[in-house]
């Protein structure tokens, strides 16, 4: 017999969703969906949501459902405004409650964090920072996290003061997919070696980056480098760029990195260099940690 949860924490990207179940005790199952945002128009969220959930639902009650992420964007199912920097990561207190049909569904979207100066905003991220942030309280420092778009946020006295995002991750997949590096990069091999090269060429000679790239497709062409090379080379040109544009943040501070253990690796290499010190935590924990803070504080 399936059993019924307390309240339900999802975290809802663009591409992917991600719902655990919940008991008082902890949790007691997890489902994951391949509809995210951009996958569904607006009347589109609740359905799925049942889907996935439906039989960790009682017959008659409410059970409450603490959601992050693009779910609370404008394409989203609601839009849960912005909280400006400097601030403390939003909590359930800033949360929006969309409307459903179900009625036993009570959702709470959490609301991302938007920066006036330099333009920037989040929407998913503030909630693993407040996950961190609910068991290190008195962490003053940086915390990188790593993606797609990679954000840096310096951290003090429990707020966000400021944060700027680097499209790393995406430039990445757009070069080595539909650019004329995709012949030289494709497959999946790595040279540990090649990348801390680049990265220091890239910290070092940042106005060389785009010939560099394409020393790349002519080294593959001339020299047949193999593609793990040049891969792991274009990852470390990269990764080398956002070194040095970050270094305001990392430069003298304390650095934690939240994300994936293979991308976390990436960073801790290009970092070690500069004498940065670094340790690590795993994002899809913390996320969850931010999201059961979010309930507890709605139970208060």
């Not at 912005?82 to 990561?89: F, G, N, R």
């Not at 006036?116 to 998913?124: E, K, L, N, Y």
């Not at 091999?189 to 394409?214: I, N």
């Amino acid at each position: 017999m399936t059993e019924i949860a307390d309240w339900i924490a999802v975290d809802w990207g663009t591409s992917n969703l991600r719902a655990w179940l919940m008991s008082k005790d902890g949790v007691i199952g997890m489902v994951t969906s391949d509809k995210g945002m951009g996958a569904l128009e607006r009347d589109g969220f609740e359905p799925e949501l049942l889907r996935l959930v439906g039989d960790y639902l009682p017959e008659s009650g409410t059970v409450p459902v603490i959601a992050c992420g693009m779910v609370g964007a404008r394409q989203g199912w609601h839009e849960a405004p912005y909280v400006t920097t400097p601030c403390a990561a939003p909590g359930v207190g800033q949360a929006v409650t969309p409307e459903v049909r179900d009625p036993r569904l009570k959702v709470r979207i959490l609301p991302g964090v938007s920066q006036a100066s330099p333009a920037d905003v989040m929407r998913g991220e503030e909630t693993q920072i407040a996950g961190f942030l609910a068991a290190h309280p008195e962490f003053d420092g940086v915390l990188c996290l790593p993606g797609t778009h990679t954000k840096w946020v310096h951290i003090s006295a429990r707020e966000i003061v400021s944060f700027r995002t680097f499209m790393t991750g995406e430039i990445f997949a757009l070069l080595s997919g539909q650019s004329v590096l995709r012949h030289s990069v494709a497959g999946d091999g790595w040279d540990q070696a090649a990348f801390d090269e680049a990265v220091t060429d890239a910290m070092s000679a940042p106005q060389k980056f785009t010939a560099r790239l394409f020393s790349l497709r002519a080294g593959s062409l001339l020299d047949g480098t193999e593609a793990a090379t040049s891969r792991a080379r274009l990852s470390g040109l990269l990764m080398g760029l956002e070194i040095a544009g970050a270094k305001e943040y990392w430069l003298g501070r304390e650095i934690v990195l939240i994300g994936a253990p293979k991308l976390n690796a990436l960073y801790k290499a290009a970092l070690a260099p500069q004498g940065a010190s670094v340790s690590e935590t795993d994002g899809a924990e913390i996320v969850l940690a931010g999201l059961r803070a979010a309930y507890e504080e709605s139970m208060t």
